[in-house]
């Protein structure tokens, strides 16, 4: 076993790519006036976010590599560097991801980390840029532990990861429809994940993939764009700001504020950390499930519709 192997950083190289499209889809959605919507404030924050967790990446990236190179000192397995290793690690981390980013929706400590990348009420490539910069304090590199202990290096497994966040950058557009049935079928696309960007009741919390939607058909989160309903990005409740740091850090405040209530129990302060996002004691928040009952309250012949089927 090899403690000096290393790769690429994928997403680096990438850069070049990114701001081309960028300007590509930029020009095109002018020149055509369809495609979604640039809005100046809205894509520098955007483009602010991606810088900042680049930074967080260079300053705080020792924790989680320290954490992996202790995993793969501990394993007595090692799976190479093939090509097949690489595929069989991509397939697994992006597993991976679809339950770390299950878990970003559905527990706010982890969603006070995610949330950024939702705040933007537009849907562009610079909205794929606007990215965590507390990554780390979630503790969700424990997941990718799996996949180091069945014996993939840690650099194959972050360079598998880089692949990944590679891929999730063109489906964040508007300027792309439907793609072939085939490829909607078994790929995260442009229309799957504009449904995930949703705050409409009917698209919250689904479509949680990273590269293969076949992950949200096999656990029952997956809601196909519905021609009759048009996504409406941004949050339940917007911020209504284009300051960075708020974005980044807004949720972790608003929790500090929630468990440092007078008169809570130690169940209701752990309830705030770690319950889904909109929980609240006294009911004066919604979580997703109860935004969802109250449109069906409201619009019974939804029951049993794409997003509204549990």
Request: glycine share 8%; proline share 5%.
């Amino acid at each position: 076993m090899t403690d000096t192997l290393s790769f690429p950083d994928p997403t680096q190289l990438a850069v070049p790519f990114f701001i081309a499209a960028i300007l590509i889809e930029f020009l095109w959605i002018a020149m055509k006036k369809r495609g979604g919507r640039y809005e100046t404030r809205d894509a520098v924050t955007s483009l602010l976010m991606g810088a900042g967790s680049v930074a967080e990446g260079i300053i705080l990236g020792f924790i989680a590599w320290g954490f992996f190179m202790f995993l793969w000192r501990l394993t007595p397995l090692d799976l190479g560097t093939s090509v097949w290793a690489l595929i069989a690690c991509f397939v697994l981390d992006d597993l991976r991801y679809y339950w770390v980013h299950r878990f970003g929706h559905r527990i706010r400590w982890v969603w006070a980390s995610h949330v950024n990348h939702h705040s933007s009420q537009h849907y562009n490539l610079t909205t794929a840029l606007r990215q965590t910069w507390t990554g780390t304090f979630t503790f969700m590199m424990v997941v990718k532990a799996p996949l180091v202990l069945l014996g993939f290096h840690p650099a194959l497994v972050l360079f598998a990861g880089g692949l990944n966040l590679i891929y999730q950058f063109w489906i964040h557009t508007e300027a792309i429809g439907k793609m072939p049935r085939w490829f909607e079928a078994v790929m995260n696309t442009p229309s799957h994940h504009r449904v995930h960007h949703g705050r409409n009741p009917r698209y919250l919390d689904c479509n949680y993939a990273g590269v293969f939607i076949i992950w949200d058909k096999m656990f029952g989160t997956f809601v196909p764009e519905q021609e009759d309903e048009k996504v409406d990005y941004g949050l339940v409740h917007n911020l209504g700001t284009f300051n960075p740091l708020r974005v980044a850090f807004h949720e972790w405040l608003g929790i500090l504020r929630d468990i440092t209530q007078p008169g809570l129990t130690l169940r209701q302060r752990l309830a705030y950390a770690f319950a889904p996002p909109g929980y609240s004691h006294d009911g004066s928040r919604d979580t997703s499930e109860q935004i969802k009952a109250k449109h069906l309250a409201r619009h019974p012949q939804d029951r049993g519709t794409p997003g509204f089927r549990t």
